[in-house]
């Protein structure tokens, strides 16, 4: 009941836009289920950084960088955009840690987390200092790519990393807390997460 007002409540508060594509109630419903799922241990969890969520049917060109897109957080324009078809695709395989809707709406909470100072947002910046010794550290840095459990983009810079291991997190939480459970740890604090969830 709880999980399902926070998905009608996120409907009623982001304006949905199709790009050649018509939006449906499935493509609402899926997209807002993702976000409440990443964002359910927080009391805030509607944020002001985005308005509207820009929907292609597939892969679209950026003209911010000249390259094709599956998704992005534009905090310019107050947007989510997705590719449909790659959005559906982190769905339909549930245990390859590539997820584009999670992936997008964790730079979108990480942006907030920098910016805000309600206790959700405090309690998350602090576990993700915690969790950026991972990235930043050396030793623990290697030791991650020797494990070889998280994909090499995680490393492309902060963002990235954070995006991906939340990825990791949702979508094969036992391997993680088996892999890395320290981490594992830090991200269940810094986004309240419960196992019962899992359950």
């Known amino acids: 009941m709880y999980f399902e007002h926070r998905v009608k409540e996120f409907i009623s508060n982001y304006q ?22 990443l964002t359910f241990g927080m009391r805030n969890y ?18 911010v960088n000249q390259a094709y897109h599956k998704g992005e957080f534009n905090p310019r324009m107050k947007a989510i955009v997705f590719s449909w078809e790659d959005f559906l695709l982190g769905h339909a395989t549930s245990n390859d840690n590539i997820n584009l809707g999670l992936h997008e709406f964790s730079h979108v909470l990480h942006f907030h987390c920098l910016k805000s100072n309600d206790p959700s947002a405090i309690i998350f910046f602090d576990e993700f200092n ?25 490393y492309e810079n902060q963002f990235e990393f954070l995006s991906v291991i939340l990825e990791h997190f949702f979508e094969t939480p036992h391997v993680f807390k088996m892999a890395h459970p320290e981490l594992y740890k830090h991200i269940a604090v810094m986004i309240n997460f419960k196992e019962k969830y899992l359950n």
């Open 16 to 37: 949905f836009i199709g790009n050649e594509i018509v939006i449906t109630e499935q493509m609402q419903m899926l997209i807002a289920g993702t976000y409440v799922m």
């Open 46 to 63: 509607l944020v002001s950084l985005f308005a509207k969520i820009i929907i292609y049917p597939s892969s679209y060109y950026s003209t």
């Open 130 to 154: 915690e969790v950026m010794k991972y990235y930043n550290d050396p030793i623990l840095n290697n030791e991650l790519i020797q494990k070889g459990y998280f994909r090499l983009y995680a």
